[in-house]
């Protein structure tokens, strides 16, 4: 089995750099996905209040046997349950799904920049619980270079973790730039990209998996698509959180530790960026999206 390498975050905690996702993933198969990556070596799991599948990574955290400090765990705060008062909420609601007392990253899940004082609200909120010691890093996702700054008018604590959009054909370089000059890590969601496709955001997307570029740096190293544009990932110092329920899959995206790209393989991925988003707009709003209520647990 893989040792993990971990990633040092900007408050000196230790983050696994690969982690687990189960975004999509259903409630009744989000225990036996989580059992499975945490036996493949995976110790690090990403979910979210908006995913409603956090008790069911409980479930597979327990099922897995493994002590509770030797699995990161990562969530997300809803638009929904920003504000002061409402993100201290929505962390208990969180946690009593998770079965945990300390979660290791909270962050907040959009910017919300429509309601952006309920945004610097949730976020103080996030200060207030990592001072209390109720989690050990905050950050925040889908946040545009704009949004950090008007965020960091009013915050103290800089964010630990961006998650935002980025495969092969989205670097979104700029964000990934203004991250690193505030020492924020970059981390990825949709990391090999074009499995998911979101209703609306372009019906002529290629998936990423079919490009020749990859498939020919993927033979050369006797890997995958998925492999390599993981490695990618690992090797320019973002975090990654594939996500899958067939455990072929999730065995394969571990197994991304026993060789290295060559900087001018790095250079090609890098070229393939074609600018276009594959997921939402963090600055545009969805009003069925920012409803929709979190429940109780």
Known sequence: MSTIPTITLNNGVEMPTLGFGVFQTPLNETAA??????????????????????SGVADGLRRSGLNRDEVFIETKVWVSDYGYDQTLHAFDKSAAKLGLDQIDLLILHQPMPQHFKRTRQAYQALEQLLADGRVRAIGVSNFMPHHVDALMESATVVPAVNQVELHPYFTQPAVQAANAARGILTQAWSPIGGITFYPGYGEDRRSVLEDETIRSIAAAHGKSVAQVML???????????????????????????DYELTGDELARINALDTGRRGGPDPDERDPSEWNLQIAEP
Request: charged content about 25%; hydrophobic content about 35%; aromatic content about 10%.
């Open 33 to 54: 996905a989580v059992d499975t990556a945490l036996r493949t070596g995976y110790r690090h799991v990403d979910t979210a209040a908006a995913y409603r599948n956090e």
């Open 231 to 257: 490695r990618w990932h690992i090797q320019q110092g973002r975090s990654a959180i594939p996500k899958s329920t067939n455990p072929t899959r999730i065995a394969e995206n571990f197994d991304v530790f």
